[in-house]
């Protein structure tokens, strides 16, 4: 399973405008990811109330995991768009 830690960028958290963009990127990637709290269960980052369930703050980390092909490259992705609170997905890493 690939996994990357990581701290939430966006200061206000995984809250409404950068769950969305979180949500549409992970959408995206095509593959299976989960999102969790460093010690929480994980939950299925492509929807929306369970991102918004976890009510991650900004600095706090978060888990990115998923087991598909190619998770590697998709986890990296949504790991910088995270931990650098980007406004969209980056096209390269």
């Known amino acids: ?4 830690r990581v701290n939430v960028g966006w200061a ?3 809250h409404a405008r950068p769950a969305s963009i979180f949500v549409r990127a992970t959408t995206a990637a095509g593959i299976p990811v989960t999102i969790a ?7 299925n980052a492509a929807s929306m109330l369970a991102v918004l ?4 703050q900004g600095g706090e980390e ?3 995991a ?3 092909e190619g998770a590697d490259t ?3 992705r949504l790991a910088k ?3 650098e609170g980007l406004e969209e997905l980056p096209e390269t890493v």
Do not use: C, F
């Open 1 to 4: 399973m690939a996994e990357r």
């Open 12 to 14: 206000e958290g995984l």
């Open 37 to 43: 709290k460093a010690d929480g269960n994980p939950v």
């Open 53 to 56: 369930g976890l009510g991650a």
């Open 62 to 64: 978060i888990v990115l």
């Open 66 to 68: 998923s087991e598909a």
């Open 74 to 76: 998709a986890l990296d």
């Open 81 to 83: 768009l995270v931990a």
